[in-house]
């Protein structure tokens, strides 16, 4: 059974992408700042953070809170799973080794999040594994800056003064 991934465009005091993953029930949290990369030579800084709800992979808007102020767009959205035969989502982020697919409107093919160092805000390098999906050319956060569920960009939903609910 396929999960759900999102990748949330967040403008907070700095801006990153959050990557999430559905793993038993919740939404799995990376912050990163860079974003993912297509070229397998790119280890892109991934910051644990806090799980979310399953039912913010589909927020857009400006939050206030805790987790940041600023706008956020879904950036990509779609589906994963597991590469690794041997062990669950749950068990291979505690053993902090990773190996997922993507199947976004925007990202597709094989990842790896490898953990560097653990602590309270454990480090962890987001990485594209070569596979046929790979692209050293490709960039998509400046190609396709546009959010996958409403179009607008995240300077469009910072400046809408209705931005927190999402259009339809
Ligand atoms: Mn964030």
Redesign the pocket.
């Known amino acids: 059974m396929p999960r759900r991934f999102v990748i949330?465009k967040?403008d907070?005091s700095s801006l990153?992408?959050?990557f999430r993953l559905e793993v038993d029930g919740v939404l799995r949290?990376w912050?990163v700042p860079k974003g993912p990369s297509a070229d397998p030579r790119q280890k892109r800084l991934a910051v644990e953070?806090e799980d979310h709800r399953l039912e913010y992979e589909n927020f857009e808007g400006v939050i206030d809170g805790r987790?940041?102020a600023?706008a956020?767009i879904v950036w990509d959205q779609g589906t994963y799973r597991n590469l690794d035969q041997g062990r669950s989502m749950a068990e291979t982020i505690e053993a902090g080794h990773v190996k997922v697919w993507l199947e976004g409107a925007k990202l597709t093919g094989g990842w790896t999040l490898q953990r560097t160092s653990g602590g309270e805000k454990p480090q962890w390098l987001l990485i594209k594994r070569r596979d046929d999906q790979a692209d050293a050319r490709r960039n998509p956060q400046s190609t396709q800056p546009e959010s996958v569920r409403s179009g607008r960009t995240i300077e469009q939903v910072a400046t809408d003064q209705g931005g927190r609910e999402q259009r339809k």
Request: glycine content about 16%; charged content about 10%.
């Open positions: 949330q967040h907070a990153h992408y959050d949290s912050a953070v987790y940041g600023g956020v």
